[in-house]
């Protein structure tokens, strides 16, 4: 059985020798490759001699490089963690047990820590809000959605369509594991602090927006008929709310003075159901690329050797 270690960097030049010598040491049997994403450092010339197999990916993004090493590396099951490290190498033999045992396609590290340090309190909140929030619409599938440490199948990878571009990559993960149903786990694994010197390149503000831009995105696609559906509901009201005053007016005068306002009732009313018809139509289109994900997903082997 082969296992590749994916490591992804962006200056990571003070822990990314860590990471590659826990990953040898834990997974001795196992190819570590790092990919580089334009570090300005000396990432690349100290994974290197660390022993990892190092290539680069110019379009920056985590999304990007995840991406670009999901396509490239050929192998029955594939550990991807952070080069920050953070995550707990040690305990990787025994989430890729898990997968083999239960025959999951993803389990996901899910961070404890008690340094205040480790996991800032922003980070806290903004992951338990999001995932709470894709826990609503998709479904529970796992505890810490933004986790940099996740162990996975070679059917998944081969089957799993990246769009995201930066660290929403977590996001679609998850949502696309939830909205195919996928067998998945998470395990708990501990969260340490980053060495001295080292910095997260995930903003608090900017990151977190975009990666509830990702949602909103991935429930339009994915849930269309629930997205465009709230939307009819909304302008449906808001029709109603608008033409009570105008009704209520003719039952009394048998007059309509408040053109505008009918106008505008009636107007918000057909976007109402033009808003419908999308949902409709768009949930029809979304259930057909699902079939054809899950078609991909079954035509990919567990193993290698099973093709």
């Known amino acids: 059985m082969k296992v590749a270690v994916l490591i992804p960097c962006y200056n990571e030049a003070l822990s990314v020798a860590q990471v590659v ?23 690349v010339k100290i994974a290197r001699k660390a022993g990892a197999v190092v290539r680069s990916e110019t379009h920056q993004g985590k999304g990007n490089v995840v991406r670009r090493m999901f396509a490239d590396i050929e192998a029955d099951v594939y550990v991807m963690t952070d080069g ?7 305990s990787v033999p025994a989430m890729i047990q898990k997968l083999l045992n239960e025959r999951l396609d993803m389990v996901t590290g899910v961070r404890k820590t008690t340094e205040q340090a480790a996991y800032r309190s922003g980070h806290q909140f903004g992951n338990k809000m999001m995932t709470r929030i894709v826990h609503w619409f998709f479904g529970k599938h796992t505890e810490d959605m933004l986790s940099g440490l996740r162990v996975f199948s070679r059917r998944f990878v081969k089957s799993y369509p990246a769009n995201s571009k930066g660290f929403e990559i977590e996001t679609e993960l998850t949502v696309y594991s939830s909205s195919m149903l996928l067998p998945v786990a998470d395990y708990e694994t501990p969260y340490y602090a980053r060495p001295d010197g080292s910095h997260s390149k995930l903003s ?14 991935l429930i339009k696609e994915e849930r269309p008929l629930l997205f465009f559906g709230m939307g009819a509901i909304i302008l449906a009201l808001l029709s109603i709310l608008c033409a009570i005053p105008v009704i209520l007016q003719f039952m009394e ?14 107007g918000l009313m057909l976007c109402a159901g033009v808003s419908l ?24 082997p567990f193993y290698q050797e099973d093709e």
């Open 21 to 43: 010598r826990d990953a040898k040491k834990y997974l001795p049997d196992a190819e570590v490759y790092v990919y580089d994403n334009n570090s300005t450092d000396d990432t």
């Open 84 to 90: 920050d490290a953070t995550y707990d190498i040690a």
């Open 204 to 217: 608090t503000f900017k990151d977190g927006w975009r990666i509830l831009k990702m949602i909103a995105v």
């Open 253 to 266: 005068t048998g007059l309509v003075p408040r053109f505008p306002t009918a106008i505008l009732s009636v």
């Open 277 to 300: 018809a999308m949902a409709l139509i768009l949930d029809t289109i979304s259930k057909t690329r699902k079939e054809f994900r899950r078609m991909k997903y079954l035509a990919t």
